[in-house]
């Protein structure tokens, strides 16, 4: 690609102008997929040192005069993909189609309009990174609304406790009331929804609580028997929750094992009721193709053995 000219070369420059000296901003930079071992050029690739743990940001720019549209977000994605990049960044002159902005919001890609990216403290968005955190999520369901709907009639509320039973489509046994209430937010979108934006929340606190009101539908032909043994079809749950939620800062410090590059962290267990005791959870980044890859977590239990949780095979950091 040639050399950028205004307004780009102007974004550039502003990138440059605010950033530390440790930090370096290349135009049109060739970086090899880890994949095919190919060079692929990016736009604009930004280099800093955060906590110790180097961090590289990759920027393409798109000067249409139309709206960017989602098979170009799903392009840039698609290109990132096999590269030595810690987050990608888009830039599009005339901003962007609403499900474009979808696209590059659920793959975690900061699309900006070039106005945005003027405007933006690149300062303070690379210093960002290193405001890494551990958190748990516990969801406790204060209250139950259950709507029923019986062969087409109107909706009643019957006489249902957290033993109720719940049976599938196929009228096997699928859960009780209680069980079928938590695994709503564990296995939808309801508490993923919630941890991504309590994620993304500034917060002061270690140990905070709130309430939330959630309604969920459970797949159609699920039902319920009530305290007398008598099966409805489930409408939906409106349920009430309280969400508490347990933070700790990670502070990554860079290590090398045998050749194997990696970040590596001591914070405490948060995960333990009994934080007298709990110990200390041990966290492992792993970087693979110059960028951090693989992620696990080691957990101790009350025992002598300790359980490993790998996170994740791409780590996608969530600026704050």
């Known amino acids: 690609m040639p050399r950028r000219t205004n307004p780009f070369q102007s974004l550039i420059y502003l990138i440059?102008?605010?950033?530390?000296?440790?930090?370096?901003?290349?135009?049109?930079?060739?970086?090899?997929?880890?994949?095919?071992?190919?060079?692929?050029?990016?736009?604009i690739v930004v280099r800093s040192i955060i906590g110790e743990i180097p961090v590289v940001l990759g920027i393409e720019c798109t000067a249409k005069t139309r709206p960017a549209t989602i098979e170009w977000i799903r392009e840039m994605i698609g290109k990132h993909e096999g590269l030595p990049i810690d987050k990608t960044i888009l830039v599009s002159k005339s901003g962007y189609t609403k499900q474009a902005l979808q696209k590059a919001k659920v793959n975690r890609v900061e699309a900006l309009s070039l106005d945005n990216a003027k405007d933006t403290n690149w300062t303070e968005y690379i210093q960002s990174f290193q405001n890494l955190k551990l958190a748990s999520f516990t969801f406790i369901?204060?209250?139950?609304?259950?709507?029923?709907?019986?062969?087409?009639?109107?909706?009643?509320?019957?006489?249902?406790?957290?033993h109720s039973q719940v049976y599938d489509t196929s009228n096997n046994q699928q859960a009780t009331l209680k069980e079928l209430v938590l695994n709503?937010?564990?296995?939808?979108?309801?508490?993923?929804?919630?941890?991504?934006?309590?994620?993304?929340?500034?917060?002061?606190?270690?140990?905070?609580?709130?309430?939330?009101?959630?309604?969920?539908?459970?797949?159609?032909?699920?039902?319920?028997?009530?305290?007398?043994?008598?099966?409805?079809?489930?409408?939906?749950?409106?349920?009430?929750?309280?969400?508490?939620v347990i933070e700790t800062p990670i502070k990554l410090q860079p290590v090398e094992y045998q050749g194997q590059k990696m970040a590596h962290a001591n914070v405490e267990n948060i995960f333990d009721a009994d934080p007298q005791n709990a110990g200390q959870i041990q966290i492992t980044i792993l970087e693979s193709g110059g960028k951090l890859d693989n992620a696990g977590l080691l957990i101790p239990t009350k025992g002598e053995d300790k359980q490993i949780v790998v996170l994740s095979k791409s780590i996608d950091f969530v600026n704050e």
């Open 16 to 43: 440059q102008s605010q950033l530390a000296e440790d930090a370096t901003v290349t135009e049109s930079e060739m970086l090899v997929d880890k994949d095919t071992g190919d060079l692929v050029e990016v736009d």
């Open 141 to 162: 369901p204060l209250s139950i609304r259950i709507e029923t709907r019986i062969r087409g009639e109107d909706d009643f509320d019957r006489e249902f406790n957290q």
């Open 184 to 244: 709503a937010f564990q296995s939808s979108n309801v508490g993923q929804k919630y941890i991504q934006k309590r994620l993304k929340t500034k917060s002061v606190h270690r140990d905070t609580k709130s309430v939330l009101n959630v309604t969920w539908r459970p797949p159609s032909g699920t039902t319920i028997t009530d305290k007398l043994g008598d099966s409805y079809q489930l409408h939906k749950l409106i349920i009430r929750a309280e969400a508490r």
